[in-house]
């Protein structure tokens, strides 16, 4: 199994380019099936998860042609509507081609999915299950062998109203309704960059939907829709995680592609702690700050403070004067990963599982780590950049699921880091 081994405390400098969004590329690539017609998405990151999406849309008899960072997606000869199970079971947003599936064909087969081990029990489908049965739809379940086969005739508008705020939820309602006979109004929605993305590209293509951004979204349902061209926006996990990188390094660097008010959140506590940065329509420039204040954090659903840069920012706490109190609220089994960096040096107190104290600032040593998932594999990486010594962070897959060849991108701004079998 790939390892990465960083040295620590290299001097960094330069720029960066911000990578299409993973979690906007992996809901447009399933919307292709909801259209006849040829789709083409630009600015794709090349990272596990695209490749697994673009797979899955093959194996149900989808053409996808591939030119680098760009995709085109004929679904007009698709003929099957059961989601292979050994690929679908290995990326959580292989849901997302559920809700298109259904609406196109009236009828799909799926095994429940897999992703990121951080939710509770294996990340809960009971919204998107509520929503398909809201929407007229049929929804049978085979225990014995963990097989959904959910059927509709014609999906019939409704009103919905989300118990849980749900980002992927929201999303897979709110494509499904597109062709669905009559109005669909969602409440209690998640209101995530790339929702409005989706959204204004469905619209571009003869969709109804007006509200998303907000928590209140309504579909005017449609008989087609066409397809056309989507370009992928910038990852603003990305954009924050190289941000925190750069503060809790002391380093100047430009991010460039980026767009800075979906990380308001983070930029507004920099302002708070005095890390200095400047800004533009579409790039940040971090400057050098060698001390900074605690602040803490309390994750929350967008425009919030993003679960996806809890433990990269629980690093950087590290490295403040004072202490900070981290409160991850999202998600259940998103802090185990503090344990690692208390082995590293740092001073942290689990409060219960959702809270942390982080004491700063520390010096932290280099230590043999396991990436237990995607988010939490960046914050290593981010303490292996700081520490003193070489770190090794094992399981990496998980890093390389989300984030384009970092090893290579951090090593051009003056990281040392190096990928072994
Ligand atoms: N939930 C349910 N039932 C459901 C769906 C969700 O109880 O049917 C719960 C979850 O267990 C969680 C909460 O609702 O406690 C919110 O989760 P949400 O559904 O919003 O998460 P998601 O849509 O599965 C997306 C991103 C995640 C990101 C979250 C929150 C994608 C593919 N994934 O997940 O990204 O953390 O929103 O912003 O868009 C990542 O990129 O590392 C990642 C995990």
């Not at 989706?198 to 349902?221: D, R, W």
């Not at 809790?248 to 302002?271: G, M």
Request: aromatic fraction near 8%.
């Amino acid at each position: 199994m790939p390892k990465y081994i960083i040295l620590g405390k290299q001097p960094l400098a330069g720029e960066i380019d911000i990578k299409g969004a993973k979690n906007s590329v992996l809901k447009i690539i399933p919307v292709a099936i909801l259209s006849t017609q040829k789709i083409k998405i630009t600015n794709i990151p090349e990272i596990e998860d695209t490749e697994k999406s673009l797979s899955l849309i093959e194996s149900l008899g989808g053409i996808v042609t591939r030119d680098g960072n760009t995709a085109t997606i004929d679904t007009s000869k698709i003929n099957n509507t059961e989601l292979k199970s050994d690929l679908a079971k290995k990326f959580r947003a292989s849901i997302m081609f559920v809700g298109p599936i259904l609406a196109r064909f009236g009828e799909v087969k799926f095994s429940h999915p897999g992703g990121c081990v951080i939710g509770a029990g294996s990340r809960p489908i009971d919204l998107f299950i509520e929503g398909f049965e809201a929407l007229g739809a049929k929804v049978e379940y085979n225990e014995d062998e963990g097989f959904y086969h959910i059927q509709a005739e014609k999906l019939i508008g409704c009103d919905y109203f989300f118990s849980t705020i749900s980002v992927t939820g929201t999303e897979a309602l709110m494509m499904t309704a597109v062709l669905a006979k009559g109005k669909t109004t969602l409440k209690n929605c998640a209101m995530e960059p790339e929702i409005e993305a989706l959204a204004n590209y469905l619209n571009s293509c003869g969709a109804k939907i007006s509200g998303a951004g907000t928590p209140i979204i309504t579909i005017e349902g449609v008989d087609k829709i066409s397809a056309g061209e989507f370009e992928v926006i910038p990852d603003r996990i990305e954009a924050g995680s190289i941000a925190i990188l750069a503060a809790a390094t002391n380093s100047e660097i430009r991010i460039n592609k980026c767009n800075p008010d979906h990380i308001e959140s983070l930029l507004n506590i920099f302002d708070k702690i005095g890390i200095k940065y400047e800004k533009g329509a579409d790039w940040i420039q971090m400057k050098k700050t060698d001390k900074f204040l605690a602040y803490g954090i309390k994750t929350h659903e967008y425009p919030g403070f993003p679960t996806d840069l809890q433990s990269p920012y629980t690093v950087f706490m590290t490295q403040a004067q004072g202490s900070s109190l981290i409160h991850e609220t999202i998600y259940d089994r998103r802090l185990f990963y503090v344990d690692m960096l208390s082995q590293m040096g740092a001073d942290i107190t689990i409060c219960d599982p959702h809270r942390v104290v982080v004491n700063g600032p520390t010096k932290l040593y280099a230590k043999k780590l396991i990436s237990p998932d995607l988010r939490a594999g960046m914050a290593m990486i981010i303490a292996g950049l700081i520490a003193e010594g070489e770190t090794e962070i094992d399981n990496i897959y998980q890093i390389d699921r989300g984030y384009e060849k970092i090893d290579e991108r951090l090593n051009k701004l003056g990281a040392k880091i190096q990928k072994v079998d």
